[in-house]
């Protein structure tokens, strides 16, 4: 992975970093991904890719709650429940799309890694990669990275 140490950021309006992702976009809610935005794109970007993973799920691995690819170069946001129309990868239940926090009952607070990735290259990209499968196949082509930390708990 070659990566810029550049000025990629990308945050929500939905929560602070650090802070507690709103009930709304969780499966004590309607469920639905929070709105994302980024800045500070570094040239030679060709596209983009999403994996949120929640490294705290009991789980060997945490759980990946959503992989999304083939978001072109020019799209600096994702509003609310959005995304659909880009390349959607399997999430941790083996499925497309997001899947909202839902902590184990007696869990404390997890923390998702909202993990954006500038692609400078063409890797092949077929739908429904897992988040390893993906981060294997563009990890040469990662020119900067950025990430936005959520937290949930059902206390």
Same mark, same amino acid.
């Given at each position: 992975?070659?990566?810029? #140490?550049?000025?990629?950021?990308? *945050?929500?309006?939905?929560?602070?970093?650090?802070?507690?992702?709103?009930?709304?976009?969780?499966?004590?809610?309607?469920? @639905?991904?929070?709105? #994302?935005?980024?800045?500070?794109?570094? &040239?030679?970007?060709?596209?983009?890719?999403?994996?949120?993973? +929640?490294? +705290?799920?009991?789980? *060997?691995?945490?759980? @990946?709650?959503?992989? #999304?690819?083939? *978001? %072109?170069? +020019?799209? =600096?946001?994702?509003?609310?429940?959005?995304?659909?129309? /880009?390349? &959607?990868?399997?999430?941790?239940?083996? &499925?497309?799309?997001?899947?909202?926090?839902? %902590?184990?009952?007696?869990?404390?607070?997890?923390?998702?890694?909202?993990?954006?990735?500038?692609?400078?290259?063409?890797?092949?990209? %077929?739908? =429904?990669?897992?988040?390893?499968?993906?981060?294997? =196949?563009?990890?040469?082509?990662? *020119?900067? &990275?950025?990430?936005?930390?959520?937290? /949930?708990?059902?206390?």
């Amino acid at each position: 992975m070659k990566v810029n #140490l550049g000025s990629l950021a990308v *945050i929500s309006p939905a929560f602070e970093h650090g802070s507690r992702i709103p009930d709304e976009h969780s499966s004590n809610g309607a469920g @639905t991904s929070p709105a #994302l935005s980024w800045t500070g794109v570094p &040239q030679g970007t060709r596209s983009f890719a999403l994996v949120v993973h +929640d490294p +705290d799920a009991p789980l *060997i691995d945490g759980f @990946t709650h959503w992989v #999304l690819y083939g *978001i %072109p170069a +020019d799209v =600096r946001e994702l509003p609310a429940g959005g995304g659909s129309e /880009y390349t &959607q990868g399997h999430n941790g239940m083996g &499925q497309p799309g997001w899947t909202p926090p839902a %902590p184990p009952p007696g869990h404390l607070t997890h923390y998702y890694f909202f993990h954006l990735y500038a692609i400078g290259g063409d890797p092949e990209l %077929p739908p =429904r990669l897992a988040a390893s499968e993906l981060l294997e =196949r563009i990890d040469a082509d990662v *020119i900067n &990275q950025a990430r936005v930390v959520g937290t /949930y708990s059902n206390g």
